[in-house]
């Protein structure tokens, strides 16, 4: 019996958004959600229980940061990610692909795995599909991911085609090596902006038996709708009775076109990222605080938010803490910023639940392309 399981509750009439249960060994997740990061186990400037209270269900850490400081068996040693962390709800963890791809200097890859400089102490270190995994078993997050070659864009489509195909190759030995049933491993799609590359990865995934599947290598530099043609020509094609995860995005009209497009999760490192530099978001806007105009306003950051900063402080307070560089500034806006974005997302579930996806949201799903895309 799997300690897994998706249950799908509505659809939308119109798009192909769906609402749904996603159940883990640490509890439920109701879909579509976003999933605040907590980078190094610790979402940054706020607690566990200021991270409850965001509406947060599950928290992405990151393998890579994880192996690298303080080590997976110092995690393990303090009874795995979620006793060690405090957090005692869902967790996923990334294989480390993206960051060794992206961060690290001197990387070699070979059909064994990325070799790279640790950024720390300049060692070596050899990251493979079979360590990816057992780092992310003695970590014990409930859903770890393959680890997959993400090709940078732009790339050839000959270069995003042998990362694809490697990509299916390392699943094969992320499957064989993953020893825990209590943990669900996710296959990731790669393929690039090559819409042919991506129905390829999708449909060959899509025949495996996997508890969730996530579309990966989106939102590393193309274009805003390069990334919509992708997720919508390719979320279709992966399984409808499991659980589909967008991985670094978190822009309310990103998420709206995903949703759509029948996506379930994502995460993305904006909201607190935003906050460390003084920015809100308020309804899909950038507010930086350090703007004359918040000096003298009295009123809450968003007063339809129920979070704690918007009922207790004011926008001239969180002003002046951002221009005085004092910590609470963070705080309080990464506890804002996490609360909206999860929100948004609660608001179009409920919007799907009534089949009013369309008219509610219908204003973020157009194709004017105006938006900055995610990064994380
Ligand atoms: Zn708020």
Known sequence: MSKFSFQLLATCSQTKARVGVFSTPHGIVETPRFMPVGTLATVKTITPAQLKDTGAQMVLSNTYHLHLQPGENIVAGGGGLHKFMGWNNPMLTDSGGFQVFSLSEMRKITEEGVTFRSPHDGKIIKLT?????????????????????????????????????????????????????????????????????RARAASELAKLDMPGFAIGGVSVGEPPELMAQIVKATTPLLPA????????????????????????????????????????????????????????????????????????????????????????????????????????????????????????????????????????
Not at 270 to 275: E, H, K, Q, S
Not at 294 to 319: G, Q
Request: proline share 4%.
């Open 241 to 376: 009775n499991k659980p589909r995860y967008l991985m670094g995005v978190g822009t309310y009209k990103e998420m709206a076109i995903a949703i759509a497009s029948g996506i379930d999760l994502f995460d993305c490192v904006i909201p607190t990222r935003w906050a460390r530099h003084g920015t809100a978001i308020v309804n899909g806007e950038r507010w930086n605080l350090k703007n004359a105009k918040f000096r003298e306003d009295f009123t809450p950051l968003d007063e339809t938010c129920p979070c704690y900063a918007c009922t207790n402080f004011t926008r001239a307070y969180i002003s002046h803490l951002v221009r005085s560089q004092e910590i609470l500034a963070y705080t309080l806006l990464s506890i804002h910023n996490i609360t909206e974005l999860i929100r948004f997302t609660q608001k179009i579930r409920e919007s799907i639940l009534s089949d009013r996806f369309v008219e509610d949201f219908g204003h973020w799903l157009k194709d004017d392309g105006e938006e900055v895309t995610g990064d994380r």
């Open 129 to 197: 599909p079979e360590r990816s995994i057992e780092i992310q078993n003695t970590l014990g997050a409930d859903v770890i991911m393959a680890f997959d070659e993400c090709p940078p864009y732009p790339a050839t489509r000959q270069e995003v085609e042998a990362a694809t195909d490697r990509t299916y190759r390392w699943l094969e030995r992320c499957i064989a090596a993953h020893q825990r049933t209590d943990q669900a491993l996710f296959p990731i799609v790669q393929g690039g902006v090559y819409l042919d590359l």
